[in-house]
């Protein structure tokens, strides 16, 4: 099976038409007798390239002059006929297949763009519905990364910032929690695993391509100073109406805000930004033994302590 990013089709011949879109790009057009194409036609697409440039010749999409050659008039009906296989290509952070195309009824009759946004709504509601709050969290972000593209910067925001929220609530899919450690007791720290314990202080973690590079991008553009995001994210309706439907959270969501933004201040060209950077610097990450607010590590823990106080 070929993968890229979660693209995946077992021998899909739509895919040879990157064979012509890629020739289309060098402006000089392609010379056959170097056999200097890149690597990932094959290992990600199973594709033969001088198999399948020889057949676009024969069909008359790729014109030759001596070794050199170039996409024909009939090469580009072809790429415009086949637009969606280079949309999926061209954005492999959507996790969109050829499949979740073909499977819509406006192929062909709206922009990809809006396909790829109606396919985003079909999976916010499946995720939602499932309580797969993970999926949840990695969907809006490629909804936030199409509407970056498109330059609505304000509402790209919700969505990174319901995004972030989810990601520092702790919840995974089927509504697991992610799994902590603390540190700590009354005489000084040391570690101490709650029950299942990762060797990590934390494993929250803020993801880097899914909110920090798109929200960068969208300061940049908003040109915001910190006391009006923050008053923005406190006040977003995307996350007050996931607060009240989250089954748990580690934190509230001005403690989530706090995180977003040493997330965004340190983030940088870093993959992912651990927040076991950041507990040192936030006192509500510094729980007693006894604390019945943070560092939880399951639901029924909670309710444990809770019925401990009595």
């Known amino acids: 099976m070929h993968t890229k990013n979660n693209i995946s089709s077992v ?5 040879n038409c990157l064979v012509l879109y890629w020739i289309m790009k060098k402006k000089k057009g392609y010379d056959l007798s170097t056999s200097k194409y890149p690597k990932w036609f094959a290992n990600t697409y199973g594709i033969d390239f001088n198999v399948v440039a020889n057949e676009y010749i024969v069909k008359g999409d790729l014109n030759v002059q001596g070794n050199i050659v170039s996409v024909s008039q009939v090469g580009m009906e072809t790429l ?4 969606y296989v280079i949309y999926v290509y061209e954005h492999p952070q959507y996790e969109i297949s050829l499949d979740d195309f073909r ?7 709206v922009q990809n763009s809006d ?4 396919i985003f709504n079909q999976r916010s509601l499946l ?11 990695s969907n809006y972000a490629h909804m936030a990364d199409l509407l ?11 969505y990174i910032f319901v ?3 989810i990601e520092t609530s702790g919840m995974l899919d089927n509504n697991e929690l992610t799994p902590i450690m603390s540190e700590y007791t009354s005489n000084g720290w040391k570690k101490r695993f709650l029950p299942s314990g990762l060797p990590n202080i ?3 973690e803020i993801n880097n391509y899914w909110v920090t590079v798109p929200f960068l991008k969208i300061q940049e553009e908003l040109k915001l100073d910190w006391n009006d995001i923050r008053n923005k994210f406190i006040k977003n309706d995307f996350v007050l109406s996931m607060e009240s439907n989250l089954p748990f959270k580690y934190f509230e969501k001005e403690e989530s805000f706090e995180i977003f933004k040493e997330a965004i201040q340190n983030g940088g060209k870093k993959g992912i930004f651990s927040l076991k950077d950041v507990t040192a610097k936030l006192k509500y990450n510094s729980p007693n033994e006894n604390s019945r607010d943070y560092f939880y590590a399951s639901v029924e823990n909670k309710v444990n302590r809770q019925f401990n106080r009595y």
Request: charged content about 30%; overall charge negative; aromatic content about 18%.
């Open 11 to 15: 021998n899909d011949d739509d895919y």
């Open 80 to 83: 415009k006929r086949y637009d």
């Open 103 to 109: 499977n819509t009824s406006n192929l062909g009759k």
């Open 115 to 118: 396909i790829a946004w109606g």
């Open 127 to 137: 995720y939602f519905g499932n309580r797969m709050w993970k999926s949840l969290a």
């Open 148 to 158: 970056v593209e498109e330059k609505k910067y304000e509402l790209a925001m919700d």
């Open 163 to 165: 995004t972030a929220y």
């Open 202 to 204: 934390f494993s929250l």
